[in-house]
């Protein structure tokens, strides 16, 4: 079948269905008021049900079925047609047949959308750059120049009316949407038409010019609003706002273009009132049409009397306004239901109504105060919005009812309307009184008003208007943060340590508890585990963080700004596991951190001479920070440590880790003694030994045990250049004793270590790793008394080599007995070592000088040494290790 067969075939179906729908609407009308009334009396008997027959089909070759879908009839099966008698309530064949047709054409396709709309738009834009294309050539080839400008202006001016009148034809004969595209290319001829008459042609005057164009938009309104066809009218009413663009360069009026945005502004909101959420876009249009053309007129025009711009502003504030509250009385402002869910948060395309009355009132109250100050009017500006909040307390009183906005949520548009006028009413208030107080006082205003517009969120359950607090807030804190709170202008009271109270942390108080309501709102209102009960905590902290730093300023000390963050990291900590905030957590822990960083290289404490000496141990004002820092990581660790997440488990252990060094670190300084600082770090040792018996999920035992081993490092510090001395007698050196006294300790740890986490592989590393280590300890500590020994027996310096050797074979020794009986083999492998190392120190190192003779004895006498403990080894192991027989033949 050909296109144009299938084309004629459709618009004969179109004819016949509107013929029935034409016809269906005089008969029903008459045969129900032909039905007589049920008897008053009597009960209802119940009538059979008829089944409507299927209708008739029309002689056509094609039939449209329940979708789209077009069959021929030729291709369909024949079906003997019943007639079906007509009952008192109409025609049973007509009605199915209307309801079926009815359903086809209301349930759109892509086929449908593509050839009933689209194509009719793209239709409307081609006779747009076709009419153009043609004018032009016609002008580039002269042909205008036969005909007075006057008639080419009416000429075309005749052709977009008859594309509008064909349009209106299209509309009656056929549909709305087959109209759109005739109409808007007659509006856009006429568009044109009326520009070049006055720019191209200069027939008429600018004035003249300007009316034609806004007769135009009219004219598109109208019939946008006459079809109910919503993107006519919003062409023609963007098309009315960008008229006046066309004649910036001309003289005219001061108050032509607010009358006319004003008038433009009252065209869209009459028609969003009386359609409602249909129209719904022209009220966007209008908003910000006027809204955008009203402030650069007023920007842009500082000789027009101040009282001008006030009219202007009160009329654009109050239309806006009264049509909100027309639509939320008359009709469905909304698309919210009735009792909406309470817990459940609103998008900002549900809620732009009414988050517009926010931004309308914020509009024109920075315009109106904006105008005030240029015009020299700075007396008497509160009252602005003081006069703003009474009207809009007088429409929430008068509608709703005060008591009602208060005490109970509301249910509908209005009351939500009226929810929002009372918020901003009171942020007025705030407003007023930051005017009138001065110009500081600004940020309680933007802190209030934000708060005032989460409070209204919470109530409306509206995330857009929570958001514009946060915003508003945001805007307020970042003004105090740069123009308020570090710089000291007034000193209202000082503390101990050098605290003060100014007026930027008074600000910044306030600051703080309007952070800390919105986030408990926020909280309140959200889910556990939610994006929004996230935001709530970080809020929250944002408002505890803010209360604390404001107490600095430019003025304070390093050493006071550590505090400051300690105790800010200790309360995060706190409110974070009272909210179960992971979050807060890490920010807290993320404090302590930056807190340690500050000290380490703010502080210097290692080498302050300010200083406090105690038994050896100098402790500078940084130490009372490290200490109380140590103490909050730790409490930190516990909190942590409680959280049944593998992470946070781990986070612990580092945490309590991370503290007890802190501890190890805040009693370094260079002038301290290096004796006391090893008591006290083994003290701290045996102190993280204690709380893993307490804390066994802290894994301090390690930590523990790694700070008895570096207590090897105080110890070398001490003994360095100083074993030489003579005062001491022998046997008796500091350096040995303490030596001894850590190998012990590092014994004593690799052994607590293993019992206090048995069946640990890593344990029993760390066990033998500290065994080992404190083996060669002592024999370090020995071997330097060893040597001070033969210092003092021997003169020749070969004796005195030989005097440790000996004392290396001996030790050795003494590791292959306990290797034994232990069945140690570890052990016996570093004896063995021990005694090979020190045979080659004795034959390379200590016999050098010696003559070849003393030489030759010495191999003699070491070689006879290391045979005789290898013949022992062999039999000490053969008894231990028996071999079995060889066997014989007979087996």
């Avoid at 609407?25 to 045969?31: A, G, I, M």
Wanted: hydrophobic letters at 50%; aromatic letters at 10%; charged letters at 15%.
């Amino acid at each position: 079948m050909e296109d144009r067969d299938l084309q004629h075939q459709l618009d004969a179906l179109l004819q016949r269905i509107e013929a029935i729908e034409s016809r269906l609407e005089d008969v029903l009308p008459k045969e129900k008021s032909k039905a007589p009334p049920p008897p008053p009396v009597a009960p209802a008997v119940p009538q059979k049900s008829i089944e409507p027959a299927k209708p008739v089909e029309p002689a056509s070759q094609v039939t449209m079925t329940e979708g789209t879908e077009l069959q021929a009839l030729d291709q369909r099966p024949e079906t003997p047609q019943t007639p079906v008698k007509s009952t008192a309530s109409g025609s049973i064949n007509e009605t199915a047949f209307g309801k079926r047709v009815s359903a086809a054409f209301t349930n759109l396709t892509l086929e449908n959308l593509v050839g009933g709309r689209l194509y009719a738009i793209l239709g409307a834009l081609l006779v747009i750059i076709a009419a153009g294309t043609m004018l032009k050539l016609a002008w580039d080839a002269e042909l205008f120049d036969l005909l007075p400008d006057q008639l080419k202006c009416f000429l075309a001016a005749a052709f977009g009316g008859a594309l509008i009148v064909s349009g209106e034809v299209a509309r009656r004969k056929i549909s709305a949407w087959a109209s759109i595209g005739l109409t808007t290319a007659g509006l856009g001829v006429l568009y044109a038409t009326s520009y070049a008459a006055w720019d191209v042609f200069e027939v008429v005057p600018a004035s003249v010019g300007f009316i034609l164009l806004v007769a135009t938009s009219g004219l598109g309104i109208f019939l946008g609003a006459r079809a109910k066809l919503l993107s006519v009218a919003a062409l023609s009413l963007i098309g009315g706002y960008l008229s006046p663009l066309m004649f910036m360069d001309t003289d005219s009026s001061t108050y032509t273009l607010p009358v006319y945005l004003i008038a433009l502004l009252l065209v869209g909101l009459i028609l969003c009132a009386r359609s409602g959420n249909t129209y719904a876009l022209l009220r966007s249009i209008s908003w910000w049409g006027t809204i955008g053309f009203g402030t650069l007129w007023i920007m842009t025009s500082p000789s027009v009397s101040a009282w001008t711009h006030m009219i202007f502003i009160a009329c654009v504030w109050a239309t806006i306004q009264l049509e909100l509250v027309y639509s939320a009385t008359q009709h469905q402002l909304t698309t919210l239901p009735r009792d909406e869910n309470a817990d459940e948060l609103i998008g900002w395309d549900v809620i732009r109504p009414l988050a517009s009355s926010f931004t309308t009132t914020a509009w024109a109250i920075a315009l109106a105060l904006m105008t005030c100050h240029n015009q020299g009017l700075d007396t008497g500006t509160w009252l602005i919005p003081v006069g703003l909040a009474t009207a809009l307390l007088a429409a929430s009183a008068q509608k709703v009812g005060l008591r009602t906005i208060l005490c109970t949520r509301p249910t509908d548009d209005l009351q939500r309307l009226a929810t929002v006028f009372v918020t901003e009413a009171g942020a007025l208030v705030f407003v007023a009184m930051s005017i009138a107080f001065g110009d500081w006082t600004g940020v309680i205003a933007w802190t209030v008003l934000g708060v005032g517009a989460v409070v209204a969120g919470d109530r409306l359950n509206s995330k857009a208007l929570i958001v514009y607090g946060i915003i508003t807030q945001a805007i307020g804190g970042t003004n105090l943060m740069l123009l308020e709170w570090w710089v000291v202008t007034v000193v209202d009271a000082d503390f101990a340590g050098g605290f003060t109270i100014t007026r930027g942390t008074v600000l910044m108080i306030v600051a703080a508890l309007g952070w800390l309501i919105t986030g408990g709102l926020i909280r309140r209102a959200s889910e556990t585990g939610s994006t929004w009960r996230q935001a709530a905590h970080f809020l929250m902290g944002l408002g505890i963080t803010m209360s604390l730093i404001g107490f600095l300023n430019d003025q304070s000390t390093s050493l006071q700004a550590t505090w400051v963050l300690i105790v800010l990291s200790a309360l995060i900590m706190t409110v974070g596991t009272y909210l179960t905030s992971r979050g807060l957590h890490t920010y807290g822990i993320v404090i302590q951190f930056l807190t340690f960083l500050m000290i380490v290289m703010v502080g210097h404490w290692w080498d302050i001479s300010e200083q406090l000496q105690f038994a050896g141990i100098v402790l500078t004002p940084w130490w009372w920070p490290m200490l109380a820092l140590s103490g909050v990581t730790f409490a930190s660790s516990q909190v942590l440590s409680r959280i049944d997440v593998e992470d946070r488990r781990q986070m612990a252990i580092g945490l309590a880790a991370f503290a007890i060094a802190m501890l190890f670190l805040g009693v370094l300084h260079e002038e301290a003694s290096h004796t006391s600082v090893l008591v006290v770090w083994l003290l701290f040792s045996a102190g993280a030994f204690t709380l893993q018996t307490v804390r066994p999920e802290l894994c301090l035992s390690k930590t523990g045990f790694i700070g008895t081993v570096l207590t090897i490092w105080p110890w070398i510090q001490s003994i360095e250049g100083r074993w030489e001395d003579q005062s001491n007698p022998l046997g008796f050196t500091n350096g040995l004793w303490w030596g001894l006294i850590v190998s012990v300790a590092i014994w004593f740890a690799a052994i607590m270590e293993r019992r206090l986490n048995p069946g640990h592989r890593s344990s029993r590393y760390l066990a033998a790793f500290g065994m080992g280590l404190a083996t060669l300890l002592v024999l370090v500590a020995t071997s330097h008394e060893v040597a001070r020994i033969a210092s003092e027996t021997f003169t020749a310096e070969s004796g005195q080599r030989a005097a440790v050797s000996i004392w290396w074979g001996l030790f050795a020794i003494g590791l292959l007995i306990p290797g034994f009986l232990r069945d140690a083999p570890w052990v016996r492998y570093a004896g063995l070592s021990l005694l090979a190392l020190a045979a080659a120190k004795a034959v390379l190192y200590d016999l050098a000088s010696v003559s070849g003779v003393w030489r030759a004895v010495s191999f003699l006498v070491l070689g006879l040494l290391m045979l005789g403990v290898g013949l022992i080894y062999a039999r000490v192991m053969s008894k231990r290790h028996p071999t079995e027989p060889a066997p014989t033949s007979s087996d």
